[in-house]
């Protein structure tokens, strides 16, 4: 029994294998990009736009906050030094 | 450096008006196609965070060994350039993600770390906002732990399995890609060096202003 089974086990095992190697079914119609689902369709120019425009707009953001503070410290300077000048005189 | 400030401004800017057309001409990538380009400005923008970390942590080590307090003013101003440019490694990452890898994000070790990191000295700055008296130690210890996971971050596409492209494809980067590649890493690390070098002149100018009310009082 275990011996018939083992037998019909080893003659299947080429079987599989060979199906397992079939290569993968041929493509039978070709779709536009345009048809496919919006999931599917993702143009890389968006997304490469995004990323170099991020860059530059951080990196300007962060230019005009270092800006704004040291004007805001300078300032805040000039009126103590005002208020110490005066206060010697 | 304050003589050198202006002409090396003008030349990142122009390495960075520059840097669309050498990235423009480099090859298409077989597999990526265009959306690899973000390459060239998404991996220069994660070695200035790394600079600015190491920046960071070595200075807050000096603060903390030795009581400079120039030493943590520089730290506090890399903090600072280190999450603005963790921030860009970390939205261009997922852009790229999103149409080579089919997801915007997956928690592998290499960007579960980068993340980790960004958060680390994210929590740096706010310890150093709110944290209030003493908060400056604190902090410094914060930078130091950031550090010390920094070559963790570099190395964990090399330990662990993940989707992430291994350290090894840019020292094999053809001519043709490194040229374009090595420029933008040198555009990114020079405005490191001058963000770097303008917020450590305002942490500077809030101490000569803290100084100043401590004389009127």
Redesign the interface.
């Known amino acids: 029994m275990l011996t018939r089974f083992l037998g019909t086990v080893l003659s299947l095992l080429p079987a599989v294998s060979a199906f397992a190697m079939q290569p993968p079914a041929p493509q039978n119609e070709f779709i536009p990009i345009d048809k496919l689902p919006p999931a599917d369709q993702l143009p890389s120019a968006p997304l490469l736009v995004a990323a170099y425009a991020f860059v530059w707009i951080a990196v300007m953001f962060y230019l005009w906050t270092i800006w704004r503070r040291l004007n805001k410290v300078e300032a805040e300077m000039r009126t103590l030094e005002q208020r110490s000048a005066a206060g010697r005189r | 450096m304050k003589r050198a400030f202006g002409p090396l401004s003008f030349l990142a800017a122009v390495m ?1 008006a520059y840097a ?1 057309i050498m990235i423009a001409r480099a090859p298409y990538e077989s597999t990526m ?3 690899q ?2 390459f060239y ?2 991996v220069p ?1 994660w070695f200035a965070m790394f600079t600015a970390v190491f920046v960071c942590g070595i200075q807050s080590a000096i603060f903390l060994f030795k009581r400079r307090p120039s030493a943590d003013r520089l730290a506090f101003a890399a903090g600072e350039i280190a999450v ?1 440019f963790g ?2 490694g970390l ?2 990452g997922p ?2 993600g ?2 080579s890898w089919g997801v915007w994000w997956q928690w592998d070790a290499r960007l579960t770390m980068a993340l980790l990191v960004q958060m680390t000295f994210i929590g740096y700055l706010i310890v150093r906002k709110y944290g209030g008296p003493g908060s400056d130690k604190l902090a410094a210890a914060m930078a130091i732990f950031g550090m010390f996971n920094v070559p963790f971050v570099y190395m964990s596409v090399n330990i662990w399995r993940t989707i992430h492209p291994p350290t090894t494809v840019i020292p094999k980067l053809p001519a043709e890609m490194g040229g374009p590649f090595w420029f933008c890493v040198a555009a990114f690390m020079l ?1 490191c060096v001058l ?1 770097l070098t ?2 450590a ?2 942490e500077h ?2 101490a ?2 803290d100084a ?2 401590l ?2 009082e």
Do not use: D, N
């Open positions: 960075f669309p196609g265009l959306v380009k973000i400005f998404h923008s603005l921030f860009m939205v261009t852009l790229w999103r149409k405005l963000l303008l917020r002149q305002l100018r809030r000569a202003l100043l009310y004389e009127q």
